[in-house]
């Protein structure tokens, strides 16, 4: 997606050591892409971090607007549209960039 709608090659692919990111196949493609893939040491959950909170604070986002507005889990995925709006808000550490603009 990152790809085709920015016109952004992605370079390098970080992760945990998750067995979902060794298979032949996951690996191939990377390689034939040109993607660089980096793992956090292992047993290092701090160094996931940033990615980790970033998700607990997308799912926060939703379960307030859920709890706020009343809207019934079965719109689940429409309320986590809030991480449209969160991913386009300027962010101190990218001096006060958006994500959206990093791309473009």
């Known amino acids: 997606m990152v790809c085709t709608q920015f016109d952004a090659k992605i370079r390098i ?3 945990d050591n998750g067995t979902e990111y060794f298979s032949i196949e996951f ?3 990377l390689s034939d892409n040109g993607i660089l893939h980096q793992t956090s040491c292992i047993d290092t959950p701090a160094q996931n ?3 980790k909170r970033k998700i607990c604070h997308l799912l926060e986002v939703a379960r307030a607007l859920m709890f706020t507005i009343g809207v019934p889990k079965l719109f689940w995925g429409d309320v986590l549209t809030a991480a ?3 991913n386009r808000m300027p962010l101190k550490v990218l001096d006060f960039r958006t994500p959206l ?3 473009q």
């Open 101 to 103: 603009e990093l791309l």
């Open 84 to 86: 449209y709006f969160i």
């Open 13 to 15: 692919l970080h992760s």
């Open 27 to 29: 690996i191939s493609y």
């Open 49 to 51: 971090g940033m990615e």
